[in-house]
T-cell receptor, first 115, second 117 residues
Framework: EAGVAQSPRYKIIEKRQSVAFWCNPI?????LYWYQQILGQGPKLLIQ????????DSQLPKDRFSAERLKGVDSTLKIQPAKLEDSAVYLC?????????????FGSGTQLSVL | AQKITQTQPGMFVQEKEAVTLDCTYD???????LFWYKQPSSGEMIFLIY??????QNATEGRYSLNFQKARKSANLVISASQLGDSAMYFC??????????????FGTGTKLQVIP
């Protein structure tokens, strides 16, 4: 079974530039999460999708971050314009969501450096 | 208020010894679950163990066990017979909310475990 795919693996940009990350969850997983993990901290939920609908985006800085999951499968997270404090690893996770004990499966993450 | 609290930023344990990593949580939802994940320096998130709020027995998975004390709202991870490969960051996480895909999963700040030969 293929895992959660994320790309790119690394990205270096200058502040005020834009960047986009892509995630393809495990086939059949209806729930998709984007987390931001700043170095030395725990993952912070940015946005959660159930199929192509947003379940929770309360911690997404909507003035600069946007995300979509148009067909309920893969998803894109965009930052425009980027700030220095956006330097972090962006983790995508998916979950089957039927059973309560279903764990999250994580991708390898995209490490973003904003200079 | 923090949903998940991990009060130990760093821990050391001697190889082959047991270690307990602390986790306390805060929720008013009667149905919830606790996860533990391991994150080695490579960055991948590895699922270790799960405990549901209605589970009667503490969860165990090989060398990992979860000391679940519901009244105290704690879900400590116990690693027995530590190995050098156990050196990593460990995160406690909680799922809560309505059923299915609407459940939110919140992570703690993590504990860095270092196993000493």
């Amino acid at each position: 079974e293929a895992g959660v795919a994320q790309s790119p693996r690394y990205k270096i940009i200058e502040k005020r530039q834009s960047v986009a990350f892509w995630c393809n969850p495990i086939s059949g997983h209806a729930t998709l999460y984007w987390y931001q993990q700043i170095l030395g901290q725990g993952p912070k939920l940015l946005i959660q999708f159930q199929n192509n609908g947003v379940v929770d985006d309360s911690q997404l800085p909507k003035d600069r971050f946007s995300a979509e999951r148009l067909k309920g499968v893969d998803s894109t997270l965009k930052i425009q314009p980027a700030k220095l404090e956006d330097s972090a690893v962006y983790l995508c996770a998916s979950r089957h969501s039927v059973a309560a004990n279903e764990k999250l499966f994580f991708g390898s993450g995209t490490q973003l450096s904003v200079l | 208020a923090q949903k998940i609290t991990q009060t130990q930023p760093g821990m050391f344990v001697q190889e082959k010894e047991a270690v307990t990593l602390d986790c306390t949580y805060d929720t008013s939802d009667p149905s919830y679950g606790l996860f533990w994940y391991k994150q080695p320096s490579s960055g991948e998130m590895i699922f270790l163990i799960y405990q549901g709020s209605y589970d009667q027995q503490n969860a165990t998975e090989g060398r990992y066990s979860l000391n679940f004390q519901k009244a105290r709202k704690s879900a400590n991870l116990v690693i027995s017979a530590s190995q050098l490969g156990d050196s990593a960051m460990y995160f406690c996480a909680m799922r809560e909310g309505p059923g299915g895909g609407y459940q939110k999963v919140t992570f703690g700040t993590g504990t860095k475990l270092q196993v000493i030969p």
